[in-house]
T-cell receptor
Framework: EDKVVQSPLSLVVHEGDTVTLNCSYE??????LLWYKQEKKAPTFLFML????IEKKSGRLSSILDKKELSSILNITATQTGDSAIYLC???????????FGQGTRLTINP | SQTIHQWPATLVQPVGSPLSLECTVE??????LYWYRQAAGRGLQLLFY??????ISSEVPQNLSASRPQDRQFILSSKKLLLSDSGFYLC????????????FGSGTQLSVL
């Protein structure tokens, strides 16, 4: 059974801290890994990763995929209260036309 | 540009009552359509997906059903709701090509009492 596991499930830090969120997967035929941010309702897309070792960056957020370790990390530097959200990791399985999601990490940034 | 509409935003229903949640997509044709459920504080569980009109794949056996009567319309239904059907329901679409990036609707918070 295809599985995506995120850790930690919950994280509380102070504004300005740097955080690292983890995602590991076990799937039959990996195609890509995606990160989403869910603040209130609809998750919004952050990154799609297909190649190992190539960092994707958007402002203070960055992510990298390690296909050998079957994992990915999402880094957020100089966190702000607006970064508080649930961060979802999902894996696309080759030929399956669907994404398998992890449980999410609830990140809370305190001022 | 493409948009996705999902309604209602919130719904409170008694146990045993029927359910119909609707989702429509604009600005694209032949999208892949998805229904996910998110229990409080949890990740997204895929319920149904559809790659074309009348084509529905069910991911988990349950009390719910889905239909796709038109290319850009996806409906989630139940004949008799259970307490365990409570949750946050998200509709999503993708372009059905190699890129499976999903675009989500704003969700429906369903409370079954």
């Amino acid at each position: 059974e295809d599985k995506v596991v995120q850790s930690p499930l919950s994280l509380v830090v102070h504004e300005g801290d740097t955080v690292t969120l983890n995602c590991s997967y076990e799937v039959t035929n990996f195609r890509s890994l995606l990160w989403y941010k869910q603040e209130k309702k609809a998750p919004t897309f952050l990154f799609m990763l297909t190649s190992s070792g190539i960092e994707k960056k958007s402002g203070r957020l960055s992510s990298i995929l390690d296909k050998k370790e079957l994992s990915s990390i999402l880094n957020i530097t100089a966190t702000q209260t607006g970064d508080s959200a649930i961060y979802l990791c999902a894996v696309e399985v080759q030929g399956a036309q669907k994404l398998v999601f992890g449980q999410g990490t609830r990140l809370t940034i305190n001022p | 540009s493409q948009t996705i509409h999902q309604w209602p935003a919130t719904l409170v229903q008694p146990v045993g009552s029927p359910l119909s949640l609707e989702c429509t997509v604009e600005g694209t044709s032949n999208p892949n359509l998805y229904w996910y459920r998110q229990a409080a504080g949890r990740g997204l569980q895929l319920l149904f997906y559809s790659v074309g009109i009348g084509q529905i794949s069910s991911e988990v056996p349950q009390n719910l059903s889905a239909s796709r009567p038109q290319d850009r319309q996806f409906i989630l239904s139940s004949k008799k709701l259970l307490l365990s059907d409570s949750g946050f329901y998200l509709c999503a679409w993708s372009n059905g090509a190699a890129n499976e990036k999903l675009f989500f609707g704003s969700g429906t918070q369903l409370s079954v009492l």
